[in-house]
């Protein structure tokens, strides 16, 4: 990789390079009057005019593949640059690690850049299983930096299920949810692992203890929105089992009468009476006890009494609450 | 917070490449085609699409198709992408110069990046999102060549990336994403499925994503950022669920994000501004109906009367 340099006082023109000397530089054809023109910088524009050339001819060579290295360093967003290098490092059959090594540096700078993602995976997939642990290990450094990267979780998720390597990840979820309880990709990913898994035995298998989980996760913070509804989502398509669990509503019940943050658990209590759920007197006693604390709620039915209170805590979504109310079911407690 | 400096905005999306330093404008040379796109529509929105020589632009445009296979790049010699064909041809619909395109020759480009299993692939190197899946459908419904595409596997391919939370990911079990909901919901109404949408979850989800300070954000703990103000939007009033959420905050919110002096608009107040978040901001505006911008269709992020006239000749 020879004047390569990151530092970019020491670069060599291409023009002085003695191996360039055959080529003849094809610069960007803007049109004769560009709707825009460009300002480009002078050693990104004579990288690009070198590439232009080398590309047009279709040169599959150890410099392409050089200047490839520079004008991706320069611009990692080209993606014309990396569909280049990929026929050009197919062309010529070199180790493939090398280029892993290459890109972790690249995409470690450029995280959210799609190019590079893809461009790792193209790599992946000529590794194959093997590079299953290291693609974890990679993703997993970014997730350290930015746990949010949908990125970096997309690539995870397709390495689990291309390549394998699904031994570690449910404890992967659990840690970052011990770090970060409001993780929303950690919670998204977390039913991933439970739902495809083919070592954990499904969803069905899992429900009990996953809802022991998510009930602690609510309480230690009960304004945090993902694990509600990642709750919901472990009932998925079975709402019977939902309003019958008395893990749900007992779990409504505490977060009510904790006097913390209650409103998503008056937004699950509506969905369980909209399902139809009975609900037992110490639950109408503690939304009464709060319905006290917003006076003007006119004596109706449970379902309209937290409507009515969710109207006036949420102001910024009262429409919603007031069109929930307006569309309760007719037998509804 | 004040009014719409629409004038500004103009101006701003008129002169905004000589006032890009260097090195800015390079590294957007690649997605030209993009800019192009976001930077017409923002005019047109504003009245002021007349201020742009149009020959040039459809000149230029069609100088970014790659001949052999009928896709675009981003911009003149780049590798064909959806992402740019279909920016492509919403500035041809924007222009009305459908008459240069070889409808044919595009479409099959397109086609030929459906996949087996109904995804789309962004190009020939095979990476699948269902934004590409929004860039065909788009594209295809816009150049009236649906046909050439098998559209039930298309949709339910789009179907299975559906998530707990009634968003949508880009690809099955990814996380829900407002950017991915938009693409989702829209390719969805496009070819006339809305049916797999659960449009009360989905409502939810999406109002919750309006934040304290009015604005709204992708996803949930994440910072409000005018962009969402498009893909938030547009897909609540797809599903018919605009009403859930404070107007009149979110408004607000992105005249508070305008540079008043030199006109633009960025992702949140005092930062710097950019084309791609005055078109966001712009676009937003528009589908809450501010008055003097033009309407915008939430599917086709088109103009509503481009729209008209492509597909009712008025």
Known sequence: MSSSSDDEGDRIPFSARPEWSDIRPLPQDDGPNPVAPIAYRDDFRETMDYFRAVYVADERSRRALDLTTEAVRMNPGNYTVWQFRRLVLESLNVDLHGERDFVDKIALQNSKNYQIWHHRRWLSQKLGPEAANNELEFTKQILALDAKNYHAWSHRQWVLQSLGGWENEFRFCCELLEDDSFNNSAWNQRYFVVTRSPLLGGLQAMRDSEVRYTAEAILANPHNESPWRYLR????????????????????????????????????????????????????????????????????NLATTVCLILETMDPIRSNYWSWRRSNLPGQVC | MGELEAEKHAEYILFIEKKKDEFEALVIEHLRLNGAYWGLTTLDLLHKIGAVDQEEVVSWVMKCQDKDSGGFGGNIGHDPHLLYTLSAVQVLALLNRFDVLDIEKVSNYVARLQNE??????????????????????????????????????????????????????????????????????????????????????????????????????????????????????????????????????????????????????????????????????????????????????????????????????
């Open chain 2, 117 to 314: 299993d109904g995804s789309f692939s962004g190009d020939m190197w095979g990476e699948v999102d269902n934004r590409f899946s929004y860039c065909a459908i788009c594209c295809l419904s816009l150049l009236g060549c649906l046909n050439m595409i098998n559209v039930e596997k298309a949709v339910n391919f789009i179907a299975s990336c559906k998530n707990l939370d009634g968003g949508f990911g880009s690809i099955p079990g990814g996380e829900s994403h407002a950017g991915q909901i938009f693409c989702c919901v829209g390719a969805l109404a496009i070819t006339g499925c809305l049916h797999h949408v659960d449009k009360d979850l989905l409502g939810w989800w999406l109002c919750e994503r309006q934040c304290k300070d009015g604005g709204l954000s992708g996803r949930p703990e994440k910072l409000s950022d005018v962009c969402y103000s498009w893909w938030v939007l547009s897909s609540l009033i797809m599903i018919d669920r605009v009403h859930w959420i404070d107007k009149q905050k979110l408004t607000r919110f992105i005249l508070n994000c305008q540079d008043k002096e030199n006109g633009g608009i960025s992702d949140r107040p005092d930062h710097a501004v950019d084309v791609f978040h005055t078109y966001f901001g712009v676009a937003g505006l528009s589908l809450m109906e501010y008055p003097v911008v033009k309407s915008i269709d939430p599917a086709y992020a088109l103009p509503v009367d481009v729209v008209n006239r492509i597909f009712f000749g008025k």
């Open chain 1, 233 to 300: 989502g472990l009932y998925k398509d079975n709402t019977d089992q939902l309003i019958s669990d008395n893990q749900v509503s007992e779990l409504c019940l505490k977060v009510l009468k904790a006097n913390s943050s209650y409103l998503f658990a008056l937004s699950l209590l509506l969905d369980l009476l909209c399902y139809g759920f009975q609900p037992l007197e110490e639950l109408c006693t503690a939304v009464k006890a709060l319905r006290n604390s917003e006076p003007g709620t006119a004596d109706s």
